[in-house]
């Protein structure tokens, strides 16, 4: 049920007369509470657990190594069963259909913004049980996978690849002391089931960023000023000597390790420098030389493009630097991409009749999609930044952001589905809250009158002649008994919303991208990482509102 300040929101903002304010109501904090905790509880199932009664487990045998990492995500599995990707011996993707016998793990942000979440819980108010599943989950994970790793038998010098081949020209080796191990597969043995003793763990380097460590340091920084463990000073200052040793010479990052010399990537340096200044105020022996870094990388964002989901990180920067006009010059580009009411003073109204995409924040340019990522560092940065400038055009803006979130989390909860994916033991498991397209989905598209994937769905599902059996019954949908299209379709004809946050299935290749072919290449979807986002922008709104 929807919280009384969001529903009076939403009708402030749905209104064609010129609200006084942008925000006429507040959140209630008890409500966005309750949110966070929920968006928090809902991402950590979805990290292999071995100590607790999380959602993921794997054999015994290798469990241990793949504690507290996260089934990766890449474009061709965002459907109900998280765990298909991209292996190299289904090129043509058939085996979404099929039981999973190879999954791609991650660390870096999906693992790090889980444990981060429970911190703030505790920072909140004290919360004793999340700092202990903190403890018990994520922090002895994270310290075995910091290289060099006597729990994983990895050395400190690592070859990164340019992609998932070897090559001399491209790869790059160098000596990755305070580095994590970011990525994983885990593939059945001789006996092609997950979940059995002979499973094979493999350490993979390709795809690493400098990002996954920051955001790693940048957790254990807080675990670090909330308690004063002495037990992670040393680890901290070797993520960050790694972090500083690749830093560019004109203080910027590149997203990728390797190959060498590629481009600066704002959104790296903007989530890396952050952590560095978390790194620079921490009791550590090389704590100024974080400082200096951050410093360097915050004079580079003076001319960096905007990255809507670096943006926070910049205008946190940008206010620790005291620089209060650069901070509202990246505010104020942010502000311009999120959809407002009509007659509010800042935004874009392109939308503001769709309650669902006010407070939502798009890509830009001709980009509408909008995605819960830029939330995760904005919603603290705005209200920092109201704070510092008197200005209340962000404060309003985070109000609306963490509107946007309550709105997809509560719609997710409202149809009362209960998801089921295969877990890493063999079997399938069942989803706590959320639904067939997860808690907080990978995003919402607006626009459904251009030929996108809303737009045809929205087409097909009233039409009598659209077939609701056009994809092969999948192993997943074998196992529970349910139908995928037919799940979707009907949801879809009760609120059209669900055609809104529906992702493209190429389980045949379909020949035309993200736009679909036809409905049996529409599936529902869950992306846990986007709750882990919801939860962190909803316990900052909690903390600085």
């Known amino acids: ?4 300040w969001l529903l009076a929101l939403v009708a402030a903002c749905g209104s064609s007369a010129p609200p006084a304010a942008c925000v006429n109501t507040p959140p209630e904090k ?30 015994p045998e290798t469990c241990a190594a793949l504690s507290a990492m996260t089934p990766g995500l890449h474009r061709d599995s965002w459907q109900a069963n998280y765990l298909n990707f991209d292996d190299a011996s289904d090129p043509e993707h058939g085996g ?16 790090a913004y889980k444990g981060r979440a429970l911190l703030a819980a505790y920072e909140l108010d004290g919360d004793a049980g999340a700092l202990a599943t903190f403890r018990q989950t994520f922090l002895p994970a994270w310290l075995d996978k910091q290289l060099p790793s006597a729990a994983l038998g990895l050395g400190a010098s690592v070859r990164f690849g340019a992609s998932a081949t070897p090559d001399d020209a491209r790869d790059v080796t160098l000596d990755a002391t305070g580095a994590f191990a970011q990525a994983a597969t885990l593939a059945a043995g001789a006996d092609g089931r997950l979940g059995t003793a002979d499973d094979v763990v493999t350490w993979r380097w390709n795809g690493h960023s400098p990002l996954h460590t920051a955001v790693l340091a940048d957790a254990l920084a807080a675990y670090q000023r909330l308690t004063s463990d002495g037990a992670v000073v040393a680890p901290l200052d070797a993520a960050g000597r790694f972090l500083v040793g690749l830093q560019r010479s004109d203080g910027a990052w590149a997203y990728a390790i390797a190959p060498a010399g590629a481009p600066p990537d704002a959104l790296t340096t903007a989530v890396t420098a952050m952590a560095l200044a978390s790194l ?19 004079a580079w964002l003076q001319s960096a493009p905007l990255d809507s989901v670096g943006a926070g990180a910049a205008i946190a920067l940008f206010l620790d630097a005291g620089d209060t006009a650069a901070a509202s010059r990246v505010a104020d580009a942010l502000l311009a991409r999120m959809t407002t009411p009509a007659g509010c003073g800042f935004g874009d109204h392109g939308f503001a009749g769709d309650a669902h995409a006010l407070g939502g924040i798009a890509g830009g340019g001709a980009v509408t999609f909008q995605s819960p990522w830029p939330t995760t560092y904005a919603v603290a940065a705005l209200l920092r930044l109201a704070a510092a400038t008197g200005q209340s055009r962000y404060r309003d803006a985070a109000d609306l952001a963490v509107a946007w979130l309550a709105d997809k989390i509560e719609r997710a909860r409202a149809p009362g589905d209960v998801a089921s994916v ?22 919402y598209e607006p626009d459904a009158t251009s030929d996108n994937l809303p737009h045809r769905v929205l087409a097909w599902v009233p039409d009598p002649s659209t077939s ?14 349910t139908d995928e299209e037919r799940i979707l379709a009907g949801r879809v004809r009760a609120d059209p919303y669900f055609a809104h946050i529906s992702y493209d299935n190429p389980w045949s290749g379909g020949p035309d991208g993200v736009v679909p072919v036809d409905l049996g290449h529409v599936s529902p979807g869950i992306n846990p990482l986007t709750s882990d986002d919801a939860a962190l922008a909803l316990f900052d709104y909690l903390q600085l509102r």
């Open 422 to 443: 295969q877990d890493l033991r063999g079997g399938v498991a069942a989803v706590a809250d959320g639904g067939w397209w997860g808690l907080v989905p990978e995003g």
């Open 30 to 59: 008890s409500t966005v509470r309750a949110l966070a905790t929920t968006a928090a509880a809902y991402g950590r199932q979805f990290v292999v657990d071995c100590v607790g009664d999380g959602l993921l487990g794997a054999a």
């Open 280 to 298: 620079g105020r921490a009791p550590l022996p090389h704590a100024s030389d974080f400082a200096a870094a951050a410093a360097r990388a915050t």
């Open 1 to 4: 049920m929807r919280g009384v």
């Open 96 to 111: 979404l259909l099929d039981e999973q016998t190879y999954v791609t793990l991650m660390l870096g942000d999906p693992s």
């Open 468 to 481: 609701l059996d056009q994809r092969p019954q999948s192993w997943l949908e074998r196992e529970t008994g």
